[in-house]
């Protein structure tokens, strides 16, 4: 079974202590309750970066222009329970957008420090990666979930650093 498309998009800004990413907790959907980025589904016939311009709008109200995206990798994410949910992930990144972001049925938006994310209240793959992608590299990571679908098995680094 071939994974799903998706994509991730964390808007990034400096504050005065620092960087700070913004992330959102999940109101509907795969992952509710849990703080994620911004993204989701890839629609047939868009390209990743389509997509998630699209997302971020959708989920946050904030206009993303492909052209202001950077490429920070992909994480394939395996639910060997579950392949149905099996998902190949596009992560970006961003520092320029237009508006403010707002809350919709899906998201509610808010800044995090990001020497300080609130990885307790995320997927438990995100201590993994999120850091490291967040920092600047570009990540080629698999992370394979355990049979309860949520804590994480293996993570396996093909490129970056660990």
């Known amino acids: 079974m071939k994974p799903t498309p998706v994509t991730l998009c964390f808007l990034l800004r400096d504050a005065e202590n620092g960087t700070e990413v913004l992330l959102g907790l999940k109101r509907t959907g795969f992952g509710t309750g849990k703080i994620v980025g911004l993204g989701g589904h890839v629609e047939v016939g868009e390209s990743d970066a389509e997509a998630v311009v699209r997302e971020v709008w959708e989920e946050a109200g904030v206009i993303v222009r ?66 490291s992608a967040l920092a600047g590299e570009v990540l080629d990571v698999v992370v394979v979930l355990n049979e309860d679908n949520e804590t994480v098995a293996s993570v396996e680094r093909l490129s970056g650093e660990m």
């Open 66 to 131: 492909q052209e202001d995206l950077a490429h920070a990798g992909v994480v394939e994410f395996l639910f060997p329970s579950r392949p149905e949910w099996n998902m190949y992930c596009r992560l970006f990144t961003t520092r320029r957008w237009e508006g403010e972001p707002a809350e919709s049925s899906e998201i509610t938006p808010e800044w995090f420090h990001t020497g300080a994310l609130p990885l307790h209240l995320m997927w438990q793959d995100a201590e993994h990666w999120l850091p």
